[in-house]
């Protein structure tokens, strides 16, 4: 399906669990099933099916809210490396050596897991702008709320990036 990939992608990045990601992105499949004929066009179907996809996280986030919420991703996982589904992170130069592409595949690690730390809806904006490439107004329509809090969410969600990165990736 050609939403599959691209869902299940953003709830990876939300969850960090391969395996709970899977569910939830089956899940958000089945919710837009049950829900077709209430789908009236007003959105693209892509932000349709985020807004669905971010419902589950939510309410699987709420059902959890009593334990430490999620646990460390391997890099294989997040690299998408022997034996598991993740999403691959190649380095843009494929001539570096390998230390060089090590190093890469560790600051993306780092990076997840910093993006994971982020509150929710800071985490919601930057996994759909930076990772999902969603423009501003589908973004906005995913999560229900205007154009202007979408753009200032992200600000802030960069910059709590940046602080916390300083220094720690190349």
């Keep these: 399906m050609r939403w599959q990939d691209r869902i299940y992608g953003a709830v990876l990045r939300m969850v960090r669990d391969p395996e709970l ?16 004929a209430s789908f009236r066009g007003g959105a693209a179907v ?8 971010l419902n589950q996280v ?9 334990q430490k919420y999620g646990s460390p991703v391997s890099l294989d996982a997040i690299s998408g490396g022997p034996g598991t589904d993740g999403p691959r992170f ?10 060089e592409r090590v190093a890469m595949k560790e600051d993306c690690a780092l990076l997840l ?14 996994v759909l ?11 906005a329509d995913a999560l229900e709320v205007p154009v202007g809090t979408v753009r200032s969410r992200l600000h802030r969600a960069r910059g709590e990036l940046r602080d916390r990165l300083r220094g720690r990736v190349l």
């Design 21 to 36: 990601a899977r569910d939830l992105a089956q899940e958000t499949f089945l919710r837009a099933y049950d829900r077709l």
């Design 46 to 53: 892509g932000t349709w099916l985020y807004s669905i996809a």
């Design 58 to 66: 939510r309410s699987e986030m709420r059902k959890r809210s009593a």
């Design 90 to 99: 190649e380095p843009a130069d494929h001539a570096a050596g390998a230390a």
């Design 113 to 126: 897991e910093e993006v994971a730390r982020l509150d929710p809806e800071h985490r919601d904006v930057i």
């Design 129 to 139: 702008r930076e990772f999902q490439d969603l423009p501003y107004d589908e973004i």
